[in-house]
Nanobody, 116 residues
Framework: QVQLVESGGGLVQAGGSLRLSCAASGSTASVINIGWYRQAPGKQRELVASITSGGRTNYADSVKGRFTISRDNAKNTVYLQMASLKAEDTAAYSC??????????WGQGTQVTVSS
């Protein structure tokens, strides 16, 4: 099993920056992909960004050029650096990972609120 704990959410003004962290523990060697989803009230869940064990990244079109996902393998932590935040980035952000057994794990989520 893999446990994921997010941190770093909060309230920020439009145009500001925020960094989310997702610390993984447990069977982290089995993780092949890890990243972030978000869901705003009344909207579908959206994949924001992900990074594979090989370092390949994937971003939603809505965040390309503004968000950067990275990982620190020594700390088993993934980061989502968010810049030029917009009101439409307001959502609950959840860290997820997928293992090579095709099992998915989720964190509890962290709220990001961008005030305009």
């Amino acid at each position: 099993q893999v446990q994921l704990v997010e941190s770093g959410g909060g309230l920020v003004q439009a145009g500001g920056s925020l960094r989310l962290s997702c610390a993984a523990s447990g069977s982290t060697a089995s993780v092949i992909n890890i990243g972030w989803y978000r869901q705003a009230p009344g909207k579908q869940r959206e994949l924001v960004a992900s990074i594979t064990s090989g370092g390949r990244t994937n971003y939603a079109d809505s965040v390309k050029g503004r968000f950067t996902i990275s990982r620190d393998n020594a700390k088993n932590t993934v980061y989502l650096q968010m810049a030029s935040l917009k009101a439409e980035d307001t959502a609950a952000y959840s860290c997820f990972c997928k293992t090579f057994w095709a099992t998915e794990y989720w964190g509890q989520g962290t709220q990001v609120t961008v005030s305009s």
